[in-house]
């Protein structure tokens, strides 16, 4: 008898690189040391997506909640690997939802205090929520994974240095990758599977991550380069299901050098789980 072949190890969520990056340290009550991965970097800066996860999991320590309902970000200069400190405060405690806010900031060789990120968020209980849903949101219809395209599959990688693309399982729709051949549709819109590399299945922290970790709209408008986010809020709508996740982002207005994304992402039981818009910085010319 041929001896079954063996299948891949996936780690688990809590022990995967994921958790191991977004860690963070209490200090004291409300503050947090954390360590900035260079395997989430963008040319040279470190992602939105896992920022915003890192300081998520901070809020989940620091409020009475664990799980981000809507998340608001503002990011005020580029973060860079290396260590950092997370400051956070309670706004307000309910019975079912409290907010707080936070803080990033990380220093110069001369000591000088620079604040990289600011959120503001409510948590709560993802399973204490109503399982009644009335909506007219459809999944995206995106080819079988095995017809979709990963970094693999193509010699245009995002420009500049990605060390996130070695982390994430993304492939992407055809239909949506005519930038990385030097045809751009031109219609702003990017659509894929997603997953991490290591095949930790999704959690509500780990859709923080998932809204800003697909290629920038720009690239299908034909502008490539770095797009740095201005403002990112995102909506986390229920507690996703094991399995590759279905994204979909879309542009429909780029005026004064910025640009916005509508992202959805859908897991593999066919239901919207996050929700997120952010402002970008349009790449120059």
Not at 148 to 175: F, H, M, N, Q, V
Not at 260 to 278: F, I, K, M, P
């Amino acid at each position: 008898m041929a001896q079954a072949q063996a299948q891949p190890t996936r780690a688990a969520v809590g022990d995967s690189e994921f958790d191991r990056d977004t860690a963070v340290t209490r200090r004291e009550p409300g503050v947090y040391d954390a360590e900035l991965s260079a395997g989430w970097t963008i040319i040279s800066a470190v992602n939105g997506g896992y920022l915003l996860a890192l300081l998520g999991r901070a809020l989940g320590d620091a409020l009475p909640h664990s799980d981000p309902f809507t998340v608001s970000a503002h990011y005020l200069t580029a973060s860079r690997p290396g260590p950092a400190v997370i400051r956070t405060e309670v706004v307000r405690t309910g019975r079912t939802l409290s907010t707080g806010q936070a803080s990033l900031v990380q220093f110069e060789d001369d000591g000088t205090e620079v604040e990289r990120i600011r959120v503001l968020a409510t948590y709560g209980d993802l399973d204490g929520l109503t399982p009644e849903v009335r909506t007219s949101a459809a999944p995206p219809a995106i080819p079988p994974i095995e017809r979709c395209l990963g970094p693999a599959d193509g010699p245009a990688p995002i420009p500049g240095s990605s060390a996130i693309t070695e982390r994430l399982d993304i492939r992407l729709d055809p239909a949506t990758v005519g930038w990385a051949v030097g045809a751009p549709s031109g219609r702003g819109e990017m659509r894929g599977w997603f997953g991490l590399a290591d095949g930790r299945d999704p959690d509500p922290l780990s859709l923080l991550l998932t809204v800003d970790a697909l290629p920038p709209t720009s690239f299908e408008l034909g502008l490539t380069g770095w797009t740095p986010t201005v403002e990112l809020t995102t909506h986390v709508r229920c507690r996703p299901a094991p399995g590759p996740l279905r994204v979909s982002i879309t542009t429909r207005n780029l005026a004064g050098g910025f640009l916005e994304e509508d992202a959805e992402v859908w897991d593999s039981a066919g239901r919207l789980v996050a929700q997120s818009r952010q402002l970008a910085r349009a790449p120059r010319p």
